[in-house]
């Protein structure tokens, strides 16, 4: 088995002890972060939800699997995130109300982070009104994550909250999340929508630089 293929394994089993290990010795082997990433990690997660849904897996499985992948990140994120980079502009980041799914969110913030932006991690179940609040408190950006479907709609709440304040100029509103989509981020009234985290970046670039 290939040293991606264990890290995949790994990860799938929520074997975080032997996860950490083999990401920093295939980082020391040459192995790039982001072949790491998407090829190791993201896919073993993909594969977890797969198996979810085919009953194969129950929620502890998923939470195991989602505390490995997390170690993993960690490890990853200094190379993932560069160094030094002047801030290009404040973003306020959090997975929507009654979401608690934060690795998606996070893998956003690090490579928003990495691309010089100034970032207020807000976590998970995060409230219109904390968002309304991230804003008087200098955001630029408000990212919001959301992963099922039942908490997508708290995005257009959120919008709403944020107009209600009288705010919505004063703001860019990026979207994103597996369910979400480029369609749905235009019927609430988002500005941007990106389906992974390398499109976040390149989306709030180009939303800041107007
Ligand atoms: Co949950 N879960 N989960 N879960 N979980 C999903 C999302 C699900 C698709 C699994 C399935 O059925 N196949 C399903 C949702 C179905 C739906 O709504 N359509 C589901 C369910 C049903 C649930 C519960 C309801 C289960 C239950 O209790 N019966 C429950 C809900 C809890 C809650 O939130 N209130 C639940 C709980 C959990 C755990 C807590 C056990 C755990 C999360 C732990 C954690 O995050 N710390 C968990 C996990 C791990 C998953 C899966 C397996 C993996 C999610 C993940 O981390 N993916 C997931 C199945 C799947 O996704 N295939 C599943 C890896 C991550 C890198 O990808 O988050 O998509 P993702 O992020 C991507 C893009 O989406 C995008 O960029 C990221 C990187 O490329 N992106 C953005 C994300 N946010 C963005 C924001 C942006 C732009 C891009 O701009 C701002």
Sequence with gaps: MSLLEEIRQAVIEGQAKVVVPKVEQALAEGMAADVILNDGLISAMAEVGQMFEDGEFFVPEMLIAARA????????????VAQGVEPIGKVAIGTVKGDLHDIGKSLVAMMLEGAGFEIMDMGVDVSPDAFVGAIQNGAQIVAMSALLTTTMPNMKTTIEAIKTAGLRDDVIVLVGGAPVTEAYASEIGADGYAPDASAAVRKAKALIEG
């Excluded at 992948?69 to 993932?80: D, G």
């Design 69 to 80: 992948m997390s170690a993993a990140l960690e490890i990853l994120k200094p190379q993932l």
